[in-house]
């Protein structure tokens, strides 16, 4: 009642600054919040699941989704692509969801033109050997993969002033206190509130 439209809130990082398990946390913190569920041709990790953490398509499907204009944003990402579904985020904001995109900076920055009123928010690690442990810890990358995505970190995060928030991701309990803290402040403007509720529950007294 009286809150009016969702918001895109769309967060980036370098791979293994701990955005996934942010974005986890925040969905579990404030369910309301619907998840983007994005293409890839990436190969799937021990104990994803098709549909839930990324669609996994062929390069061939991904490359006919492209030609077709189904992406709201797409972008090549360490040998591997990754798009987000236009139709998806349509029904979500048609619907007055509010939606977490979990995309890289390239990504980011196409959904900035987009919609200008998306909030973009980078998360940070510590520092580059704390990166490289906690990719390392994941244990889910060949040292290759490992290498690849700690060279293009430094790319990503000299990118950090095209957002709007930064948080560091080194304890994750006051990562994700700032993290939810940003999506409340988000949804406590006073441009979110409806002005016909006020008129008629608190000024319309007749
Ligand atoms: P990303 O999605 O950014 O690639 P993940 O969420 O997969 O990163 O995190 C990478 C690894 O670091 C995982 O093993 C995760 O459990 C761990 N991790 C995430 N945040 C923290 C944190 N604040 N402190 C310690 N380890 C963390
Ligand atoms: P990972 O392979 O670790 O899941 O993701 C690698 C990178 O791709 C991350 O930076 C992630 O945010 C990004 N990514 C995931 N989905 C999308 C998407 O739909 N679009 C874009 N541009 N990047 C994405």
Known sequence: ????????????????????????????ALPGIRFSVSYTTREPRPGEVNG?????????????????????????VHDNYYGTSKKAIDEMLAGGADCLLDIDTQGAAQIRKQFPGAVLIFIMPPSMGVLKQRLEGRGSDTPEVIKRRLENAAGE???????????????????????????????SLAAKIDPDWIEKDFLNRG
């Open 157 to 187: 995060i000299k990118r950090y002033k095209e957002f709007d928030y930064v948080i560091i991701n080194g304890s994750l309990e006051e990562a994700l206190g700032r993290l939810k803290a940003v999506v409340l402040a988000r949804k």
């Open 52 to 76: 839930v953490h990324y669609n996994f398509v062929t390069q061939p499907e991904f490359e006919r989704m492209v030609s077709k204009g189904e992406f709201l944003e797409w972008a090549r």
């Open 1 to 28: 009642m009286g809150i009016i439209k969702g918001d895109l809130f769309v967060i980036s990082a370098p791979s293994g600054a701990g955005k996934s398990t942010l974005c986890k946390g925040l969905m579990e």
